[in-house]
């Protein structure tokens, strides 16, 4: 990784919960290509296990974000403001669904689970680039985790197909809107990597099993494989890159 790759540039990253998050792995390559982080958590009772990896990182914001939190994100970007000014890049690796409702058969999930897995996963990311928009005046880009639920049946992967799929589709829209202010957004979709709100799925062994046996490269990724791929769509290099939904699965959605 050119450690200068990002260097002048400011990342917030939200979604780091411990050390196997996605989010992290994505901090961590940041970082090592030269950008200024900041990172949040989700409440006291996450915090200590953040606090670990913060001292790690270094980030020079770290606060609060629950997103169903109100006013959390605004101080957030009120932080920011203060701090930095401007932001370059922005990630949304957040995702949640009430576990009863994502078990089962997808036709019985409640209309508040369903309702609370989208404000979640999906509509916080438009909340973000609202807010992040006025501070990239000079352009920046945008992430958000996606999974290959969103456009095949995946078994067990239920509400959260829909939701995904909402996700890239606002990752569209957000591509055209935002383009003329040279602002980015990119979908990001990994392919089952173990981390805490995969354990929420169920047979999600099976899942990382078929993965590794039928990808083309019979492989799993990681999350720094997500991260050296944020890095490389966040600098220069990716100036002309919006809008798409790029798979890190080692080949896997070739095949469905
Ligand atoms: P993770 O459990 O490490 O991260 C999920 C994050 O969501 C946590 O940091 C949690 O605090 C945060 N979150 C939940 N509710 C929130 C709220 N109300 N406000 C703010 N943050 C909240 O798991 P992960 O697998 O790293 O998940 C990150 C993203 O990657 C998710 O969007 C997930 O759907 C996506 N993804 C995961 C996989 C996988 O196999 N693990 C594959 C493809 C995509």
Redesign the pocket.
């Known amino acids: 990784m050119d450690k200068k790759l990002l260097s002048g540039k400011k990342a917030l990253i939200?979604?780091?919960?411990?050390e196997?998050?996605?989010?992290y792995g994505c901090a961590q390559m940041l970082k090592t290509a030269g950008a200024e982080v900041g990172i949040t958590y989700?409440n006291e009772k996450?915090k200590p296990f953040v606090d670990a990896l913060a001292q790690k990182l270094e980030p020079t914001i770290y606060e609060r974000?629950?997103?169903?939190i109100d006013n959390d994100l605004d101080n957030l970007f009120d932080k920011i403001k203060q701090k930095w000014q401007s932001v370059d890049i922005i990630i949304h690796?957040?995702?949640?669904s009430p576990k009863e409702d994502l078990h089962g058969s997808i036709v019985d999930c409640s209309k508040a689970g369903f309702l609370l897995a989208m404000d979640?996963?999906c509509h916080s990311f438009l909340r973000m680039a609202k807010l992040a928009k006025p501070l990239m005046p000079k352009g920046g880009a945008l992430f958000a985790?996606?999974?290959y639920g969103a456009v095949k049946v995946v078994e067990h992967y239920n509400l959260m197909g829909p939701v995904k799929a909402a996700l890239e589709s606002c990752v569209r829209y957000m591509a055209v809107d935002l383009g003329p202010q040279k602002i980015r957004v990119i979908a990001l979709?990994?392919g089952?990597?173990k981390?805490?709100?995969?354990s929420g799925l169920e047979d999600f062994d099976k899942l990382m099993q078929r993965a590794e046996q039928e990808s083309p490269m019979h492989t799993l990724v990681d999350i720094y494989d997500v991260g050296a791929m944020v890095a490389y769509l966040s600098s220069d290099y990716a100036k002309n890159i919006t809008g798409d939904t790029i798979y890190i699965d080692a080949g896997f959605h070739l095949l469905g």
């Open positions: 939200v979604g780091v919960a411990n196997n998050s996605i989010a989700l996450s974000c629950d997103v169903t690796s957040i995702a949640f979640i996963s985790m996606s999974y979709s990994p089952p990597v981390t805490r709100a995969a």
